[in-house]
């Protein structure tokens, strides 16, 4: 069934801020795929860069230039790698990726010293004047989330994976009958926030096995993309590249 999606989103255009740059998804690749920064698979990572960036554009997420500037430059790397080395050269060429890896390594730095002073700043706020308040207790009872699974906050291409693999595993479609998905954001928005109200938390995994149609999976991650955008919701898990969860604030 082929399914025209046109008005999948109800003329809904979603103008959400990238939060994270091209550096961050680099980043953030490299540690998916367990990468030694100096020693990039250019064409690997070139090619999931790529893909992150198709996902942003079949949501009609607003790409920043500087994502574009980095997959041209990803491109530009890996054409320069392709090309035959100079053999009657007296100086050692720089290899073409080493640009990319200071820059890397720079910016890593600076977020990892970011992050610190972002972690002391909460620890300082979890100093309450009465001694017997129990901070961590509080919060896994409000949240509904076990001593064992505290969570963390995610990155924005924590999400994007976990969309690529709702898609991927997403009903094929193998005939050529067209109808229209009629279903909107704001529907899917309020879905949210029902199924928030009954249940502490919602597994991602599980709210995406739920939705049969690609249409449908795509207008409920732009959902939730605006749901996070207005401070309603956040998403969670407890470790790395494990389940998301989404909880309402």
Same mark, same amino acid.
């Given at each position: 069934?082929?399914?025209?999606?046109?008005?999948?989103?109800? $003329?809904?255009?979603?103008?959400?801020?990238?939060?994270?740059?091209?550096? &961050? /998804?680099? #980043?953030?690749?490299? @540690?998916?795929?367990?990468?030694?920064?100096?020693?990039?698979?250019?064409?690997?990572?070139?090619?999931?860069?790529?893909?992150?960036?198709?996902?942003?554009?079949?949501?009609?997420?607003?790409?920043? !230039?500087?994502?574009? #500037?980095?997959?041209?430059?990803?491109?530009?790397?890996?054409?320069?790698?392709?090309?035959?080395?100079?053999? &009657?050269? *007296?100086?050692?060429?720089?290899?073409?990726? +080493?640009?990319?890896?200071?820059?890397?390594?720079?910016?890593?730095?600076?977020?990892?010293?970011?992050?610190?002073? *972002?972690?002391?700043?909460?620890?300082?706020?979890?100093?309450?004047?009465?001694? $017997?308040?129990?901070?961590?207790?509080?919060?896994?009872?409000?949240?509904?989330?076990?001593?064992?699974?505290?969570?963390?906050?995610?990155?924005?291409?924590? /999400?994007? @994976?976990?969309?690529?693999?709702?898609?991927?595993? +997403?009903?094929?479609?193998? *005939?050529?009958?067209?109808?229209?998905?009629?279903?909107?954001? &704001?529907?899917?928005?309020?879905?949210?926030?029902?199924?928030?109200?009954?249940?502490?938390?919602? +597994?991602?995994?599980?709210?995406?096995?739920?939705?049969?149609?690609? +249409?449908?999976?795509?207008?409920?991650?732009?959902?939730?993309?605006?749901?996070?955008?207005?401070?309603?919701?956040?998403?969670?898990?407890?470790?790395?590249? !494990?389940?998301?969860?989404?909880?309402?604030?």
């Amino acid at each position: 069934m082929l399914t025209d999606t046109t008005q999948k989103k109800d $003329n809904y255009k979603i103008q959400l801020p990238i939060f994270e740059g091209p550096l &961050d /998804l680099l #980043l953030y690749l490299i @540690k998916k795929e367990e990468i030694n920064i100096y020693d990039i698979p250019i064409a690997k990572i070139t090619k999931q860069y790529l893909e992150t960036i198709e996902l942003m554009k079949e949501l009609d997420l607003e790409i920043a !230039g500087e994502f574009i #500037l980095m997959a041209a430059t990803l491109i530009q790397i890996k054409v320069r790698m392709l090309l035959p080395k100079e053999i &009657d050269t *007296t100086e050692e060429e720089e290899d073409p990726r +080493a640009e990319l890896v200071r820059k890397l390594l720079d910016y890593k730095r600076f977020k990892e010293v970011a992050e610190s002073l *972002t972690s002391i700043e909460e620890r300082q706020r979890r100093y309450f004047p009465h001694s $017997n308040f129990d901070w961590a207790k509080s919060y896994t009872q409000v949240q509904g989330v076990s001593n064992e699974e505290l969570l963390k906050d995610i990155s924005l291409f924590d /999400l994007f @994976k976990a969309f690529k693999i709702a898609l991927d595993n +997403a009903p094929k479609v193998t *005939t050529h009958e067209v109808h229209t998905i009629n279903i909107t954001v &704001d529907e899917q928005i309020d879905f949210l926030i029902n199924e928030l109200e009954i249940k502490k938390r919602l +597994a991602f995994s599980d709210l995406m096995e739920k939705l049969n149609e690609r +249409a449908v999976i795509i207008v409920t991650f732009i959902a939730i993309l605006e749901l996070i955008k207005n401070h309603k919701i956040i998403v969670q898990q407890a470790e790395s590249f !494990g389940e998301l969860w989404i909880i309402k604030r």
